[in-house]
């Protein structure tokens, strides 16, 4: 919003009017203010992974933030270079679509899977959560499969937030996970194949039959 109202007040021939000094640094300000609440998301972020593992939307949170940051900054090169709104969208576009591409090439649900499986000593593991991630997870799961808890979470009163299940309930849902894919598998043709299945097959030893 606050780019926004920037890119609004500082269109067509205003971008360019030489007497705008105040309204460029009017416009300054609001921008570092809107960087330190950047910061500041950055830092309550890195708080709920530090103790609560990662999650599609912390990850989305952050890779947010990097975003409003890259906007942030080239708007503040509009401003000050005196640039045209076509330059903030060519930007902008390139930028996104280069981290777009960067983005597509991590697979999400093993990094946090594994993640969170290391720092289970540490954070309050969400094996339900770690559950419902995808196939490709299955065989990060099937090797740590001794550290599918819940760690009850608790407050400074020691009241607990949550009632986790037994362990022996979530090895059960694994097994079931692992059934499934096994029978999904059987009934696939090669036209549906691709890498990551390829891979949880071969660990699960179905590739040869």
């Given amino acids: 919003m606050a780019l926004a109202v920037i890119i609004y007040f500082f269109r067509g021939n205003l971008n360019f009017y030489s007497k705008s000094k105040t309204l460029r640094i009017l416009a300054f300000a609001w921008m570092i203010q809107n960087f330190i609440l950047i910061i500041s998301v950055f830092i309550r972020d890195g708080y709920y992974i530090e103790f609560y593992g990662l999650t599609h939307k912390r990850i989305g949170v952050l890779v947010f933030a990097i975003l409003c940051i890259i906007g942030l900054t080239t708007v503040y090169i509009k401003v000050a270079k005196q640039k045209t709104f076509f330059y903030l969208l060519k930007i902008n576009g390139n930028i996104w679509f280069v981290l777009l591409l960067a983005f597509s090439t991590i697979n999400w649900d093993v990094?946090?899977?594994?993640?969170?499986?290391?720092?289970?000593?540490?954070?309050?593991?969400?094996?339900?959560?770690?559950?419902?991630?995808?196939?490709?997870?299955?065989?990060?799961?099937?090797?740590?499969?001794?550290?599918?808890?819940?760690?009850?979470?608790?407050?400074?009163?020691?009241?607990?937030?949550?009632?986790?299940?037994?362990?022996?309930?979530?090895?059960?849902?694994?097994?079931?996970?692992?059934?499934?894919?096994?029978?999904?598998?059987?009934?696939?043709?090669?036209?549906?194949?691709?890498?990551?299945?390829?891979?949880?097959?071969?660990?699960?030893?179905l590739n040869g039959t």
């Fill in 111 to 205: 990094l946090i899977a594994k993640y969170n499986l290391a720092q289970s000593d540490k954070i309050s593991l969400d094996a339900k959560y770690l559950l419902s991630l995808s196939d490709k997870t299955l065989p990060v799961l099937d090797k740590n499969r001794a550290k599918l808890h819940f760690t009850e979470d608790t407050d400074t009163n020691d009241r607990t937030y949550a009632s986790p299940e037994t362990s022996a309930f979530y090895q059960q849902q694994l097994y079931q996970r692992i059934g499934h894919f096994k029978e999904r598998h059987e009934k696939v043709s090669w036209l549906s194949w691709n890498l990551q299945d390829w891979k949880t097959a071969e660990y699960f030893g």
